[in-house]
């Protein structure tokens, strides 16, 4: 073989994996976000009017060892939480999640258990679990401020 056909040979080589290389994939990321409610207690959540991903209201109600589930195709948790939440126990005690310093937080990414699966088609779990701690906490919050 000659020179110039095994230079013609690497080169064709060449083109062919750098034209292979800007073929764009589409990836899916879908997020899915889990409410486990550990507490002895009734819990709601309340997310404001104006999530960025739904634009509308959703709320949700667990009793005492149930869960709530949802599916966001390529969103974030932060989508869904749009500007903030309030969280209630038992049809009395509130506590507004938004811009606020309160521990074990919706609004904040570290208090959820993050899971993630699969390479193209992404699955990030969120995981939030509710305990007794939290009804203490809203409690606790709801006294500094006078409710």
Do not use: P
């Amino acid at each position: 073989m000659n020179m110039n056909k095994i230079i013609y040979i690497l080169l064709s080589c060449i083109c062919l994996f750098a034209a292979s290389c800007e073929i764009e994939e589409e990836y899916i990321c879908t997020t899915k976000l889990i409410f486990k409610n550990e507490s002895q207690h009734k819990v709601e959540i309340n997310v404001d009017s104006e999530s960025i991903l739904e634009n509308k209201s959703w709320s949700c109600t667990m009793m005492s060892n149930e869960h709530y589930s949802r599916l966001i195709d390529n969103g974030s948790i932060w989508w869904v939480m749009g500007n903030g939440c309030v969280v209630t126990f038992d049809d009395e005690i509130a506590v507004d999640h938004r811009n606020t310093n309160i521990e074990h937080n919706l609004c904040d990414e570290s208090s959820y258990t993050i899971k993630k699966s699969g390479r193209h088609d992404t699955v990030i779990t969120y995981t939030y679990i509710f305990t007794d701690e939290d009804y203490e906490r809203a409690v606790a919050a709801n006294a500094e401020s006078g409710k």
